[in-house]
């Protein structure tokens, strides 16, 4: 018999900032009852979700869902979309900006979801890792979004909000994953991650963050409105 291999342990993470479960768990809360709906990316099935995230890259998800009807009406299946005419596809969804890239990348998704998994997105971290276009973010996306499977996508928005939140206390998206779903519970770990991608395309943005405006703001150590410890 060959002999076992060991699994390679994670490494240790950073300390987590002092308070950071209690802001974790105050936060997924508030931002629970400010954003109901976790995606805004209108879809029916995971292979739609995947394009359409694919799209979302550099616009908005309203534009998204403008174009996505016309574009699954015309193509609804892997199938279909793999053997699109590029530029009929350019066409369709132009409004959403670099349509070039994004028509070469949503087929070629397609084409290896049809080569390597019958047309049907695998709902697995693994198999979403080899589909081109598909990032380790976006696959937590697909994952919970349209799986019903726990994952924490973590963009610049996620990476910027729990930094000035203290949740976390790195910039690296994988030890920040990690940090955040070590404090809150697994079934709030997507929604948790797409409606701080909402809140900080909103309110916490990345040169003028409205404070003044901000549901986190009596605890965010990072606000501006919060008043300063000894001071009234």
């Keep these: 018999m060959p002999p076992r291999t060991k699994k390679k342990k994670a490494p240790p993470l950073p300390r987590l900032p002092r308070g950071a479960r209690t802001?974790?768990?105050?936060?997924?809360?508030?931002?629970?009852?400010a954003y109901?709906?976790?995606?805004?990316?209108?879809?029916e099935n995971p292979f739609e979700l995947l394009i359409a995230t694919?799209?979302?890259?550099?616009?908005?998800?309203?534009?998204?869902?403008?174009?996505?009807?016309?574009?699954?009406?015309?193509?609804?299946?892997?199938?279909?979309?793999?053997?699109?005419?590029?530029?009929?596809v350019e066409a369709i969804i132009k409004p959403t900006g670099f349509f070039r890239l994004k028509s070469r990348r949503i087929i070629a998704a397609s084409r290896k979801l049809?080569?390597?998994?019958?047309?049907?997105?695998?709902?697995?971290?693994e198999g979403l890792l080899q589909i081109p276009g598909i990032g380790r973010k976006t696959a937590n996306v697909i994952l919970g979004a349209g799986f019903n499977q726990p994952g924490f996508a973590v963009d610049t928005h996620v990476i910027r909000l729990t930094n000035r939140l203290k949740l976390a206390s790195t910039r690296d998206p994988v030890k920040i994953e990690?940090?955040?779903?070590?404090?809150?519970?697994?079934?709030?770990?997507?929604?948790?991650?797409?409606?701080?991608?909402?809140?900080g395309r909103?309110?916490?943005?990345?040169?003028?963050p409205r404070c003044e405006e901000c549901i986190l703001n009596d605890f965010c150590p990072s606000s501006t409105t919060r008043p300063k410890p000894g001071k009234k």
């Design 114 to 125: 049809v080569e390597l998994f019958g047309g049907e997105v695998p709902a697995s971290m």
């Design 54 to 88: 694919i799209l979302s890259a550099q616009t908005t998800d309203k534009m998204v869902n403008l174009v996505t009807p016309k574009l699954f009406a015309r193509y609804p299946t892997a199938f279909d979309l793999a053997a699109a005419d590029p530029a009929e």
């Design 36 to 43: 109901p709906a976790a995606t805004e990316l209108a879809h």
């Design 23 to 33: 802001r974790a768990l105050l936060t997924v809360e508030r931002l629970r009852e």
């Design 202 to 208: 909103r309110v916490c943005n990345a040169r003028r």
């Design 178 to 199: 990690r940090q955040v779903c070590s404090m809150v519970p697994p079934e709030e770990w997507t929604g948790l991650s797409l409606r701080l991608i909402l809140h």
